[in-house]
């Protein structure tokens, strides 16, 4: 599957896997030990963000570097 | 304005189905998705997991749709939100159009949840509210786009999974 952004294909694979193992493995199985894929994601996000930004795609209200933080409801 | 609504039943309890669902792009049922990115994902204070993707479509307007809305654009965003229950076993995800929303609103709304009375299989109820706005013409468009809808629901329902389902345990190896 494609990114909006070329240039990060293959970090999204990365992280892709990544979480599809902890999805499934981990949190499917209501086990809260800690997230595997945070550094994978920020590495991933500097290229989605980048991409958007010179698409000129409208995102609003997002925080790009958000991954496994606890946010209320 | 058009809304349209269904519900499907799959053999498969409700993880099964959410592991196959968090992987269902690219599938060729569907091939107006052409990219997926994560924007965001975190985990809330009850335990939910909370996904807001991007996803870049190719609508595959015929020519004469095209000529009427007077754009060559075909690629469109979508922002989707998901969120889900692992302990209340329920999958819920909602998506908008976040371009071409002068002319259209798209908006989805899909929920997974065990059968009611047999944990070994799993609900999906779908809907979505079409709205073409202020040109002419506007009804046969928002028909168009229901019936592009319910036939990838319908597919989706009844193959996409299917195709998936039985190769969950396998590790990702494309994506």
């Excluded at chain 2, 189905?17 to 599938?27: D, E, G, L």
């Excluded at chain 2, 020519?63 to 209340?88: C, K, N, Q």
């Excluded at chain 2, 190769?167 to 494309?174: G, R, Y």
């Amino acid at each position: 599957m494609n990114s909006v952004g070329e240039a990060c294909a293959d970090m999204k694979r990365e992280y892709d896997q990544c979480f599809s193992r902890w999805f499934a493995e981990k949190f499917l199985k209501a086990d809260c030990s800690g997230d595997p894929c945070t550094d994978l994601f920020k590495r991933y996000q500097q290229g989605v963000q980048k991409a958007i930004k010179e698409k000129e795609i409208p995102i609003e209200g997002l925080e790009f570097m958000g991954h496994g933080k606890e946010k209320p409801e | 304005m058009r809304v349209w609504s269904s519900e499907h039943v799959f053999g498969h309890p409700w993880d099964t189905v959410i592991k196959a669902a968090m992987r269902k792009y690219p599938n060729p049922m569907n091939p107006s998705v052409v990219g997926v990115d994560v924007l965001e994902r975190s985990v809330d204070s009850r335990g939910r997991l909370h996904s807001h993707r991007l996803l870049s479509t190719e609508w595959g307007l015929p020519g004469l749709v095209r000529a009427i809305l007077g754009t060559s654009r075909t690629l469109t965003y979508i922002r989707e939100h998901s969120i889900v229950d692992p302990v209340g076993k329920k999958m819920e995800l909602c998506s908008t159009n976040i371009t071409l929303t002068n002319w259209v609103s798209v908006s989805e709304r899909l929920v997974y949840t065990p059968h009611p009375e047999d944990p070994g299989r799993t609900v999906l109820t779908q809907e979505a509210v079409i709205t073409v706005k202020g040109i002419s013409l506007g009804s046969y468009l928002e028909s168009l786009m229901a019936n592009t809808i319910s036939s990838n629901a319908k597919k989706m329902g009844k193959e996409i999974l299917q195709i998936y389902l039985p190769n969950i345990t396998k590790p990702l190896t494309q994506q």
